[in-house]
């Protein structure tokens, strides 16, 4: 397996170079200006939709729980070690970039939950089943159904191999055993007994889980955040400037910091931007899919709201912690060099805080993937591929704590590129039905709310 590693090397700095972040920010790009810069205009109006959509229609969740599943799969550890890394290898620079990447990410989630409502079907179980499989093959014709197998596949080994399991099983593990010094083992044992738990119970068990942790984490990330900002504040316009100078000029060397140019700062913050709230990966869609709601675009725009709260706010958060408290400039990298910016301000109790948020967010995302890779499962293979996908999961989670192989993290880059392909084509090609949904959808809210102003 270690031989592998320089030819899966040299792929994933192909995969996740030029041509496909081209692709990911350029369908982004593409579908701002076809829908008119909707993630300004109808921002707001999306945040509201979040706590006051109808849930009327089919469908297995509320459209809160269904975004609570997504953004359980999206804010994980990238929000905490991805940014910590973009800022280590493309200095402050990388945070603007990840900016970029989440304000065009924002018009390709908004595609892909409306797709996933429009083109959603019911499977054996009397489930609803959705996602870019679905929007691939039925949208765009029985003839590319090789392409929605394709995506589906991929699916399941990112689930297996990449973001569902190991990257946040070692998170969990290895915080918890710095922070609290519970040996891993010990902690590894509970987190498997609790996955097992709750993923038998199949998505209501997920979304329930999920709708409780992650308004709470994410609260309670952005209180400790925010009191290290404000104890900064007199700093926090200078951080600003230096966040958008160092996208455009690079940084140079200082303390611990290596320097870095311009294509590093954009390499890095677009590729952890996408990498945090998974924009044109297609994983949201198939949690959007089983939203109660009979307006596709409505979707479209809870779906949104997930790349603004997990990117412009989490992330930031995080971004700002680091450029503040000087950290950056520092030897330390990673999950560590995060909470080093937290515990300048609140000493032990700050890691300990970091800790806690850290194993949260893993947690979920470990149950988003779950779910998103058991819905590839039935696509590819029926309702009877569910059980042994489950142990295979589970069992990976158990042994995730000891594998610590190169090639795994690598494959995992890899596997996560693969499933943005077929997803991206698909964006593309079924932009015009994206564009005349929208219109639909908009005219009729606008109608309304001109004959609510008028009545009054």
Same mark, same amino acid.
């Given at each position: 397996?270690?031989?592998?590693?320089?030819?899966?090397?040299?792929?994933?700095?192909?995969?996740?170079?030029?041509?496909?972040?081209?692709?990911?920010?350029?369908?982004?790009?593409?579908?701002?200006?076809?829908?008119?810069?909707?993630?300004?205009?109808?921002?707001?109006? &999306?945040?509201?939709?979040?706590?006051?959509? *109808?849930?009327?229609?089919?469908?297995?969740?509320?459209?809160?729980?269904?975004? !609570?599943?997504?953004?359980?799969?999206?804010?994980?550890?990238?929000?905490?070690?991805?940014?910590?890394?973009?800022?280590?290898?493309?200095?402050?620079?990388?945070?603007?970039?990840?900016?970029?990447?989440?304000?065009?990410?924002?018009?390709?989630?908004?595609?892909?939950?409306?797709? #996933?409502?429009?083109?959603?079907?019911?499977?054996?179980?009397?489930?609803?089943?959705?996602?870019?499989?679905?929007?691939?093959?039925?949208?765009?014709?029985?003839?590319?159904?090789?392409?929605? %197998?394709?995506?589906?596949?991929?699916?399941?080994?990112?689930?297996?191999?990449?973001?569902?399991?190991?990257?946040?099983?070692?998170?969990?593990?290895?915080?918890?055993?710095?922070?609290?010094?519970?040996?891993?083992?010990?902690?590894?044992?509970?987190?498997?007994?609790?996955?097992? &738990?709750?993923?038998?119970?199949?998505?209501?068990?997920?979304?329930?889980?999920?709708?409780?942790?992650?308004?709470?984490?994410?609260?309670?990330?952005?209180?400790? $955040?925010?009191?290290?900002?404000?104890?900064?504040?007199?700093?926090?316009?200078?951080?600003?400037?230096?966040?958008?100078? $160092?996208?455009?000029?690079?940084?140079?060397?200082?303390?611990?910091?290596?320097?870095?140019?311009?294509?590093? &700062?954009?390499?890095?913050?677009?590729?952890? %931007?996408?990498?945090?709230?998974?924009?044109?990966?297609?994983? #949201?869609?198939?949690?959007?899919?089983?939203?109660?709601?009979?307006?596709?675009?409505? *979707?479209?725009?809870?779906?949104?709201?997930?790349?603004?709260?997990?990117?412009?706010?989490? !992330? $930031?958060?995080?971004?700002?912690?680091?450029?503040?408290?000087?950290?950056? *400039?520092?030897?330390?990298?990673?999950?560590?060099?995060?909470?080093?910016?937290?515990?300048?301000?609140?000493?032990?109790?700050?890691?300990?805080?970091?800790?806690?948020?850290?194993?949260?967010?893993?947690?979920?995302?470990?149950?988003?993937?779950?779910?998103?890779?058991?819905?590839? !499962?039935?696509?590819?293979?029926?309702?009877?591929?569910?059980?042994?996908?489950?142990?295979?999961?589970? #069992?990976?989670?158990?042994?995730?704590?000891?594998?610590?192989?190169?090639?795994?993290?690598?494959?995992?880059?890899?596997?996560?590129?693969?499933?943005?392909?077929?997803?991206?084509?698909?964006?593309?090609?079924?932009?015009?039905?994206?564009?005349?949904?929208?219109?639909?959808?908009?005219?009729?809210?606008?109608?309304?709310?001109?004959?609510?102003?008028?009545?009054?």
């Amino acid at each position: 397996m270690e031989s592998l590693i320089p030819t899966l090397d040299a792929i994933d700095s192909f995969m996740w170079g030029p041509p496909l972040i081209t692709l990911l920010v350029g369908t982004g790009i593409f579908l701002t200006i076809r829908l008119g810069l909707l993630q300004v205009f109808r921002l707001p109006q &999306a945040l509201g939709l979040i706590f006051r959509a *109808q849930n009327h229609g089919m469908g297995d969740v509320s459209s809160f729980k269904a975004l !609570c599943v997504a953004l359980a799969a999206t804010i994980g550890t990238g929000n905490i070690v991805g940014v910590a890394t973009a800022v280590k290898v493309g200095g402050p620079g990388a945070i603007f970039w990840m900016w970029m990447a989440a304000f065009f990410g924002m018009a390709t989630k908004y595609a892909e939950g409306l797709l #996933a409502v429009k083109y959603r079907s019911v499977d054996e179980k009397g489930e609803i089943a959705g996602g870019p499989m679905f929007y691939i093959r039925n949208g765009m014709g029985e003839k590319y159904r090789p392409l929605a %197998g394709f995506f589906a596949i991929a699916t399941i080994l990112v689930a297996f191999l990449g973001i569902g399991t190991f990257p946040q099983v070692n998170a969990i593990v290895d915080s918890v055993n710095i922070a609290f010094g519970v040996p891993k083992i010990e902690t590894d044992v509970l987190l498997t007994i609790l996955i097992a &738990a709750i993923t038998i119970g199949g998505l209501q068990s997920i979304a329930k889980v999920a709708s409780k942790i992650i308004p709470f984490m994410a609260v309670l990330y952005v209180i400790i $955040s925010l009191g290290l900002i404000f104890l900064h504040i007199s700093a926090v316009p200078d951080a600003i400037m230096l966040i958008i100078e $160092s996208a455009f000029t690079g940084t140079a060397a200082a303390g611990g910091f290596a320097g870095s140019t311009i294509m590093m &700062a954009m390499q890095n913050g677009i590729a952890r %931007g996408v990498f945090s709230n998974e924009s044109g990966l297609g994983s #949201a869609p198939i949690a959007a899919a089983a939203a109660k709601t009979k307006e596709p675009a409505e *979707q479209g725009l809870i779906s949104m709201t997930g790349t603004f709260i997990d990117t412009i706010v989490i !992330c $930031s958060m995080t971004g700002l912690a680091l450029v503040l408290t000087g950290v950056w *400039q520092g030897d330390a990298a990673g999950a560590a060099m995060t909470a080093g910016a937290f515990a300048s301000v609140y000493g032990p109790v700050g890691s300990m805080l970091l800790t806690v948020a850290l194993a949260l967010f893993a947690f979920t995302t470990i149950l988003g993937w779950n779910y998103y890779g058991e819905r590839a !499962c039935i696509y590819l293979f029926g309702t009877k591929g569910v059980l042994p996908y489950r142990l295979i999961f589970i #069992a990976l989670i158990a042994s995730g704590a000891f594998l610590k192989l190169e090639a795994i993290w690598i494959l995992a880059d890899i596997v996560n590129g693969l499933m943005a392909i077929p997803n991206l084509i698909a964006l593309i090609a079924l932009s015009g039905v994206v564009v005349a949904e929208t219109k639909h959808y908009l005219g009729k809210i606008d109608e309304e709310q001109r004959r609510a102003a008028t009545t009054h």
